[in-house]
């Protein structure tokens, strides 16, 4: 079987002298994992696009017992985002999120479409780096099943006035008279609601001041590891470097 796919490299594993395991995001797909033979040697063909955060077109073929890479064409290598290590750490935990979470042989365009965005977004700097873990982070855990209930208080049926609480374990909200939680205010609650709620070409298309943006981000993280149950070594060093 051969299949042509764009995809973006999500890992590179080095495997013996000269080749590597590579983990890539396809749109047909999903997740996969294939050898790419001889990809380290510099002459190679596929040497540059089968390097971390590539995205490129992919010629594979299976054999008796893995994926094989024989040809891979880069269409853009996000070479702005190695020349600064938040931007490249930040790109590294989005891959590592969608690697946990996307599906394996089964199509994952919407997946690979958020990261390209965000990423193209982080690698220009039109959009800060909190603005975009925040809406990366909860539109990938909304792909996956684990969509928040944010449409009115689960108490009492009520619209949240002011403040509300967000409940990491069940994943919805509260007013404050009954519940607690993660405590986020007006414009946070909207900012998640706009994320969940839009297709994707609309998700960026909406600002918050820069202190909002930082409470978004945090609360995002927390309902992406309440949910998913899974800690990250990626956001780990990401969140070393801030």
Do not use: W
């Not at 780096?129 to 944010?150: Q, Y």
């Not at 706009?194 to 609360?219: G, K, L, W």
């Amino acid at each position: 079987m051969r299949m042509n796919t764009d995809a973006l490299v999500l890992k590179v594993t080095d495997t013996g002298e000269s080749d590597r395991l590579v983990t890539l995001l396809t749109s047909e797909f999903g997740v996969l994992r294939a050898f790419a033979n001889r990809a380290k040697k510099i002459n190679s063909r596929m040497h540059g696009a089968t390097q971390s955060l590539c995205y490129a077109d992919f010629s594979i073929y299976k054999s008796r017992d893995s994926y094989i890479i024989d040809d891979a064409s880069a269409k853009e290598v996000f070479f702005g985002l190695r020349e600064d290590i938040e931007k490249l750490a930040l790109a590294q935990y989005f891959c590592a999120v969608a690697a946990e979470l996307a599906p394996e042989m089964e199509p994952a365009r919407d997946y690979l479409r958020v990261l390209l965005n965000s990423m193209h977004l982080l690698e220009t700097g039109r959009r800060t780096n909190n603005f975009l873990k925040g809406v990366t982070e909860l539109k990938i855990a909304a792909f996956s099943g684990f969509m928040p209930d944010l449409t009115v208080c689960r108490g009492c049926g009520c619209e949240p006035s002011g403040e509300a609480f967000l409940n990491l374990e069940d994943g919805c909200i509260y007013c404050k008279n009954c519940g607690g939680g993660e405590i986020i205010n007006a414009t946070v609650l909207a900012a998640m609601r706009h994320v969940c709620a839009n297709p994707i070409e609309r998700i960026y298309s909406f600002s918050m001041p820069e202190r909002d943006e930082i409470r978004f981000a945090q609360v995002c993280e927390k309902f992406l590891l309440s949910q998913t149950r899974t800690r990250f070594k990626a956001l780990d060093f990401y969140k070393s470097l801030v």
